[in-house]
């Protein structure tokens, strides 16, 4: 308040109750010639609720603090800026100029003879975002600003912060509450006053937020504005340790209630510019956007107050002390109209926390026990889903709302045992893996049309995990995309026209592939062209190198009998969906022979078995020693993000491009990329693929134990992670028996009474599968193990 010359006495510290120093231009000159060496030019006023802040020339503000403030405060200040610039040398903000002396700041005495401190700081350029038009460009960066701003001052510490401003957010509920404040504040006051617990609810809540030294004066006052948007960011004064959230909410404040005028957008576009502008520098947390509306209505009752007690101490300078009271009272109404619930609601809209999903945010006990209800999660996806086309798994199906390494967590809090989700192969919600997309869609996700370093360095390091000769790697979003690129380039190549699978093959979900998905053809179904073999199961008869070539060249000879030259024979060489069977290196070399002498290529397929769930080796074909023309890979590969590949020789992919291009949108964005290279740091760096062979023979071991103790187990298989038990009907049953699918389903519902959840495959759905994530200990194969023999006695 340059034009209070009125001293009188406050309390040390009280610098909204002391009148701001005067002095006389002589003492100006002089002051600015003695400790700083400058011959002013012009000297302008500027407007300060408390300082005496001078425009000297064009290039320096002289800063004359208030009589009471604290010299640690301005220390504070200025060590803040310079600390800020070396962080954050792009941020906007003034830098201190030093005295002859070197020092930062010096004593002056004002022309009432009152000992202040005085300091020489750059002039920035650009006006006082105060009553221009905000744009939502505009807003945008002015919540930028305020999220790097924070940023920069996050590693200091000064012990001045520690103080008590009434401009502090948090104070509001007690500023608001002292005696005659809301009764000077008009029709306002009584619905301020039925919201103060909130605001004083919400001012605790921020105990447990983020928090450190902010600026906490981000206001359309102190931010200066150019043509191209924002120049500056000054006046430190008010700067405290508070919760970053609160520094947030200054700034939104001042940019709703901005001085009244015509704006050129709303008060809600405007919140969300400048929510996604600070978001865009440091992400909000649920919990922190929870608190934002009652601190932006807390800000606008200080404001209230604020204007109305110093306008009140000074009417010569009400016109500035007041300038924020209209626009509080023009945003106020419509925040308090709407409710807290609503407020808060539309914010996490914006910030994109709505959806937060989790047992203890959702409320969901009511969501699994309404099962089936009118009005039920299950009834609703079934009005609106597939139907009978998408099944859900076990007769009480499960809500699912977290994940967290080998764990599953309903919406009722009941955790779950993991033993069936591949995908999530490096455990639920990996911090390497949910940091790692995060990170990249936060920079840039678009495709794989430009060069991007994430995408090479993918495709390089997965090309080292193979044999030599495949050397070309084509990425797809999902493991059907890969098998049927494959064969795109196998006909391409062999000329040929048909496919040779396993005889309950599971390859893809297209039209093509689910021809060849003989373990989803409808009973008589046979598609034209596809040809089948017999896997390597004990009881059919051998399972040796001829068997297997003999085998293939069989289903060659039944296609050419109709006209047909298979171009790809496709198997999983860990043979899931036969009932996870310990197919023999020579029957998987047989496999390669009886392609190559009918002229086909050999496909492995390992969107199940791969990313090393056989362990140690990364691949199930790998364990065999065989070389395949083609690699499809899937599920595992992203953790999640719909990702896969295919591999192969360049000589054989360049058949498909002389004719075509192949690009699928989604295959390997960045983010896509990112999720997959961490997928791989992951396994790599907690040596997982090791983890899974060791934990892989811990568990067979242990269910070949409860199988000996109950007739109704038959035998035990799988490679590494990938484990498979026969249920059968009783002690003469026979493996893969339909008769045993009753007793197969009861299983896995007994399983997941007892909080472990598994699967089902095989040629009868009557083999249970065990493909959990691959942080499986040995602890978590025992508890498998014991909840399986507690289900078979339930089921006794
Ligand atoms: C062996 C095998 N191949 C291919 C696929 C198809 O993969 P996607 O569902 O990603 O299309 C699957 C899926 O279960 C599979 O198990």
Redesign the pocket.
């Known amino acids: 308040m340059p034009d209070q010359t009125t001293p009188h006495p406050a309390p040390p510290g009280d610098v909204l109750g002391t009148p701001a120093p005067v002095l006389r231009p002589g003492q100006i000159t002089d002051l600015l010639q003695t400790t700083w060496g400058l011959t002013a030019a012009t000297v302008t006023p500027l407007a300060s609720e408390r300082d005496l802040n001078l425009l000297i020339g064009s290039r320096y503000v002289l800063k004359i603090s208030n009589p009471a403030e604290d010299p640690a405060v301005v220390d504070m200040e200025n060590t803040a800026m310079a600390h800020a610039l070396r962080t954050s040398p792009d941020l906007p903000i003034p830098t201190v100029v030093p005295a002859a002396n070197g020092t930062t700041v010096v004593p002056a005495t004002d022309a009432t003879g009152r000992a202040c401190l005085a300091r020489l700081i750059s002039v920035l350029p650009g006006q006082s975002a105060e009553g221009q038009p905000i744009t939502s460009e505009l807003a945008g960066q002015i919540g930028a600003l305020a999220a790097r701003t924070s940023l920069a001052l996050q590693g200091l510490f000064h012990r001045a912060g520690d103080r008590a401003l009434d401009w502090d957010v948090r104070r509001a509920p007690a500023v608001l509450a002292a005696p005659g404040v809301l009764d000077a504040v008009g029709d306002l006051g009584p619905r301020l006053a039925g919201v103060l617990p909130r605001l004083a609810a919400a001012a605790e809540a921020t105990g447990a937020l983020p928090a450190g030294l902010n600026h906490a004066d981000v206001t359309l006052t102190n931010i200066l504005v150019g043509p191209g948007g924002v120049t500056g960011l000054i006046d430190f004064g008010d700067m405290h340790h508070t919760a970053h959230v609160c520094d947030l909410a200054v700034a939104l404040t001042a940019v709703l209630r901005n001085t009244p005028g015509q704006q050129p957008i709303g008060t809600w576009e405007l919140a969300a510019a400048v929510l996604a502008g600070y978001q865009r520098h440091r992400p909000l947390t649920p919990p922190e956007v929870e608190v934002i509306g009652d601190l932006v209505v807390a800000r606008l009752g200080l404001t209230l107050a604020i204007s109305h007690r110093l306008s009140t101490a000074y009417p010569d300078n009400r016109a500035y002390v007041g300038q924020y009271e209209a626009g509080a009272r023009r945003v106020l109404p419509d925040l308090l109209d709407l409710g807290p619930g609503e407020v808060a609601r539309r914010l996490h809209l914006l910030a994109g926390t709505a959806r937060t999903g989790g047992p203890l945010t959702r409320g969901g006990a009511a969501a699994t026990e309404g099962q089936g209800a009118p009005g039920s999660l299950l009834e609703r996806r079934r009005r609106v889903t597939g139907g009978p086309l998408s099944p859900l798994f076990y007769s009480r199906p499960l809500e699912i709302v977290r994940g967290e390494g080998p764990w599953l967590f309903a919406a009722d809090g009941t955790r779950y045992l993991d033993a069936y989700n591949n995908v999530a192969v490096v455990g639920h919600a990996h911090p390497t893996v949910v940091q790692s997309v995060n990170r990249q869609n936060a920079l840039l996700n678009t495709h794989s049309r430009y060069l991007h370093e994430g995408i090479v360095e993918l495709a390089e390091r997965l090309l080292a995990t193979m044999p030599d000769g495949l050397d070309t790697i084509l990425f797809t979003t999902?493991?059907?995309?890969a098998?049927e690129l494959a064969w795109r380039m196998a006909t391409a190549y062999t000329g040929g026209n048909a496919a040779i699978i396993a005889e309950h093959a599971?390859?893809?979900?297209s039209k093509w592939?689910t021809d060849l998905s003989s373990n989803e053809w409808p009973p008589g179904y046979r598609p034209a062209h596809v040809g089948t073999f017999a896997a390597p199961r004990t009881a059919a008869g051998g399972a040796g190198r001829q068997t297997a070539s003999g085998r293939v060249a069989a289903a060659a000879v039944d296609l050419a009998a109709a006209g047909d030259k298979a171009a790809l024979v496709l198997a999983?060489p860990g043979f899931?969906?036969e009932g996870i069977l310990n197919a023999p290196a020579e029957f998987l070399a047989g496999l390669v022979d009886g392609a190559h002498h009918t002229g086909a290529l050999f496909l492995a397929?390992e969107?199940?078995s791969g990313f090393g769930r056989v362990g140690p080796a990364f691949w199930r074909f790998a364990v065999a020693g065989i070389t395949p023309d083609f690699v499809?890979l899937?599920?595992p590969m992203g953790a999640g993000y719909p990702i896969?590949a295919l591999i192969t020789r360049r000589e054989i992919a360049d058949c498909l491009a002389r004719d075509y291009e192949y690009f699928s949108t989604f295959a390997a964005s960045p983010a896509a990329a990112a999720a997959s290279l961490a997928v791989l740091d992951v396994l790599e760096q907690e040596s997982l693929p090791a983890q899974a062979a060791r934990v892989g023979d811990h568990l067979r071991s242990r269910l070949r134990a409860v199988a000996a103790q109950d007739d109704r187990l038959g035998e035990v298989r799988g490679t590494g992670l990938l484990a498979g038990i026969d249920l059968l009907v009783g002690p003469q049953g026979a493996p893969n028996d339909p008769e045993a699918r009753p007793f197969a389903r009861a299983v896995l519902d007994a399983l997941a009474g007892h909080r472990v959840l598994a699967g089902r495959t095989g040629p009868a759905g009557t083999v249970l599968k065990i493909r959990p994530p691959l942080v499986w200990r040995e602890e978590h194969a025992d508890q498998f193990a014991a909840a399986l023999a507690a289900a078979l006695t339930d089921l006794a």
């Open positions: 999902s493991g059907t995309e098998n599971y390859h893809g979900s592939t999983d899931t969906s397929d969107v199940q499809a899937g599920k896969g």
